[in-house]
Every structure is written in C-alpha cells, then in structure tokens.
C-alpha cells in the first residue's frame, strides 16, 4: 500500500502549480528567477514573491506612462532596464491603497480594497529588490535601481499576549460553555475536547498555526510527551509538551478515534465538523471566539498571540532568551531578543531593585535609624 503524501508536501504541490500559473502572466526572467531560487526557499515563500511581484508588474501596466498599454507577461528585458527608482517609490505609494487583483472578478465589479502597513509594503519591496538583485548579479541590467528606494521604517510594537487570568478564563469558556450564544453551545458539545486540546497545544508548545494544522496522528509520541513538526522552510523538528497538554490530547484522542475521516484526511490529527483536516482560518476563528471572551478589549488575539503569551512564560520563567528562540522556532536569536526587549527591560528594572546597597542615611546624635 502506498504511503500518503504527507500534508506539507501536499501544500507545497498546491503552492508550486500556483506559482506555474503566476509565471504565465509574468515578465519571461521571472521564470529562470524562481528558478534560481527553488533550492532556498520555501514553496509558500515563492508563492508570496510570485504575488508580489504580480502586483507590482500589473501597476506598473496599468499606473505608469512608460508601460501603458503593455501586459507584464510581454516585458522585455530591454524594457525591465527603463523601470526606475521613481517608479518603485510610486509603487511604494500604490500599496497605501489599492483594489485587490482577483482573479474571478478581473472587471473589479465589487473591486475590494487593500491597505498595507509598514511590514506589508516592506515585504513586497523586497520581492522586487530581490528580482533586481538577481538581474544584476546575472549581467542583465547595468544597474540594481532598486537599492535606491528606501525601506519603511519598521515600527516595533508592543508583544500582545494574555495574561495568566485570561488564558484561565479562556480555558474555563470552553469546559463550560459560559459567554458563548446557544448556538455555539450546540457546537461545542462536538468540539469540546479538540478546542481545548488545540488552545493547550498553544499554549504549552508555542506552536505555529500552520504547522499545528499540519499535524498528522503518527507525530505524536506520548511515551515521550513530544511530537514532530515542520518547520519555516521545511525542516523538521521536535515540540515537547507537559502533561497537562498529553491529558487533553490522549482526551482528544480517543474522542478522534470514533470519527471516519473523509478520504484523504485519515491522517489528519485536527478534523473539522467535517470530518476533513481542519483549516488555518478555521483554527483563527475558533481562538478569536474564545479569547473575546476572556479579553473582550484585546481585538487582536489570534494563534500567534497564544504564541507570544507561551514565548512571554517561557521567557519570564527561564530569563533564557536562546531557549524562547529554539522553542519558537526562530532562526535568528536577534528576532527573538526584538520582541521581548521590554521584558528584558522590566528584569532588569526588578534587579536593580534587588541589589542591596550600602546604608546612605546621615544620623545625628539621639536619632535612630528607620
């Protein structure tokens, strides 16, 4: 019998016929570009700089003098050396706000519109600093133009995570139903045990939500309170968990074993009502539910931010900023030590105030010390 493809090499298939049907409607060099870089990145990365890229090429046929009447798939590159810096800065401009391409409403007859924050523009002027980079390196223009504009400056913002109170409160909403409509009472006597095994996967491990959809029943370990994950960029490595966390799962797990999952899901550790593997946007709107309830005036909280309040404990707990980053996955230490410098900030503030110091108080004859 043959072994099922796995969940993530499924994605990645999904992600690369897209990426096919990008290049179609792309400048011909784009193809050897992503060619060139197929070794080091991931498929969901390339999907991302296909988009990119997509965008900025439509603006430039559609807002943009020089390329007017033209289609980015007929650009030449002869006609890529006339793109300039100023070109890029109006592009830069665009992404303030602009109608979102779809492809099943080209007319735009209910046109959507898109906004970008800094992070957003940053990303996609970096898709095309990366094309540059590589005509460049290859001799195919005489200059990299696009070094000349410059990034938006990155606004750090404050890490936004539950406190102990809340993760309580939240944990409480789904044992016992209490803030939720009778509807989603209804629906909660079918998820109960995997809600609440998902928050505390969260929670315990600092899971990504992509790679906790991703999970398939034979990557846990329960002998060994672990199980495998994939990682940004397809590496594989191991999570462990408390168990606090393994009880809630084994729960789960015997509840998942009387379900008949779809075909092709079988493997699939996380069902929907379904009975198919439960989607990202579904797991979102299951922590959003739950969380307004617990902090009904933190807006935002979504899986990352479960995320964040793990790497916030694990942080305040061990003060070992190199353990968060290998728990959290990230491959650059300085990502981690960005994110929780106020806390680090606050330890210490807290030690200064520990330090014990001389007695600096003037005593006159007959006083005695307070």
């Known amino acids: ?98 109608t979102k391409l779809d492809d099943n409403n080209p007319a735009g007859i209910s046109p959507v519109f898109i906004q970008n924050n800094e992070l957003g523009i940053m990303r996609k002027l970096c898709s095309i600093r990366s094309l540059f980079e590589y005509m460049f390196k290859n001799e195919m223009i005489p200059a990299n133009i696009a070094t000349l504009v410059s990034l938006p400056k990155k606004r750090e913002k404050p890490i936004l995570y539950m406190e102990t109170n809340e993760v309580q409160e939240m944990i409480d909403a789904v044992l016992t139903g209490n803030g939720l409509s009778s509807k989603q009472k209804a629906y909660l006597e079918s998820t109960r045990k995997r809600d609440l095994a998902i928050l505390m996967l969260f929670l315990g491990t600092g899971v990504r939500v992509s790679e906790l959809v991703g999970l398939d029943l034979h990557d846990l370990d ?60 579904a797991v979102e709107n299951m922590v959003k539910k739950y969380a307004m309830i617990a902090a009904p005036l933190k807006k935002r909280i979504s899986p990352h931010k479960l995320r964040s309040t793990f790497g916030t404990n694990l942080y305040q707990e061990t003060g070992d900023i190199y353990l968060v980053a290998d728990a959290l996955g990230h491959s650059d230490v300085n990502t981690t030590r960005r994110h929780y410098a106020a806390m680090t900030d606050q330890r210490k503030r807290e030690a200064a105030k520990r330090i014990v110091l001389p007695d600096t108080s003037i005593q006159t004859e007959g006083e005695q010390k307070v």
């Open 1 to 98: 019998m043959a072994k099922p493809i796995s969940y993530h090499k499924l994605q990645s298939q999904k992600h690369n016929e897209r990426i096919k049907e990008l290049l179609k409607r792309l400048p011909a060099v784009c193809s050897d570009y992503f060619r060139s870089i197929s070794q080091t990145t991931s498929a969901l990365t390339r999907l991302a700089y296909a988009y990119d890229l997509r965008l900025f090429f439509h603006f430039l046929c559609t807002e943009q003098f020089t390329f007017a009447n033209s289609k980015p798939e007929l650009i030449t590159l002869n006609e890529m050396e006339k793109i300039s810096a100023r070109d890029i800065e109006a592009f830069q401009e665009y992404l303030l706000q602009y």
């Open 222 to 281: 329960f002998d060994k309170n672990a199980f495998t994950v994939v990682r940004k960029g397809g590496n594989q490595t191991i999570l462990y968990y408390s168990n606090q966390v393994k009880h809630v799962l084994r729960d789960y797990i015997e509840e998942r074993s009387q379900v008949t999952p779809l075909t092709g899901h079988e493997q699939a550790l996380f069902l929907s009502l379904q009975k198919r593997r439960i989607t990202i946007r």
